[in-house]
């Protein structure tokens, strides 16, 4: 066998072995993962602000938790920032969707770098319920950046 063609193997191996693994990061991430949109309300008028609302959407991360016991269906999705009264929670079909606005409050750049590790703008989550529930039963609370539903 040549040494073009074990290299060519050697390659398509290594490829394969990214790929799997690709595919197994998405599969376990794909319910945290959340698209940020820019956000349909202005915090402020400044233009700094503005820009960075938009470089910050994308794709970010609500960390969140879903489980059951005999009486209850409990999901906790952590949104720090927020205030109550951003979110917008609905049952629909068989699903919990979870929609807000997280804005920018207060910016902040020192130097010629910028560095943004948090996403703002609007997002829309939706939980699949693994049983059918009492919409008109449910509650929801707010408390130090975690939303429990």
Not at 68 to 88: H, K, N, Q, T, Y
Not at 89 to 117: A, P
Not at 121 to 135: I, N, T, Y
Request: hydrophobic share 35%.
């Amino acid at each position: 066998m040549s040494t073009l063609h074990q290299l060519r193997e050697g390659l398509n191996e290594a490829w394969e072995s990214v790929r799997e693994g690709w595919q197994k990061l998405y599969r376990r991430a794909a319910g945290a993962l959340t698209r940020f949109t820019p956000g349909r309300k202005s915090d402020t008028d400044m233009q700094d602000t503005r820009e960075i609302a938009i470089r910050s959407t994308g794709w970010g991360f609500l960390a969140a938790e879903l489980f059951d016991d005999s009486d209850r269906v409990v999901i906790r999705l952590e949104a720090p920032g927020m205030e109550r009264e951003d979110f917008d929670i609905e049952v629909l079909d068989d699903y919990l969707v979870v929609r807000g606005e997280k804005r920018i409050e207060r910016n902040r750049t020192e130097g010629r770098y910028h560095v943004m590790e948090c996403a703002y703008g609007s997002f829309e989550r939706a939980f699949p319920l693994p049983e059918e529930v009492q919409a008109d039963q449910a509650t929801a609370s707010y408390d130090k950046g975690v939303l429990k539903i």
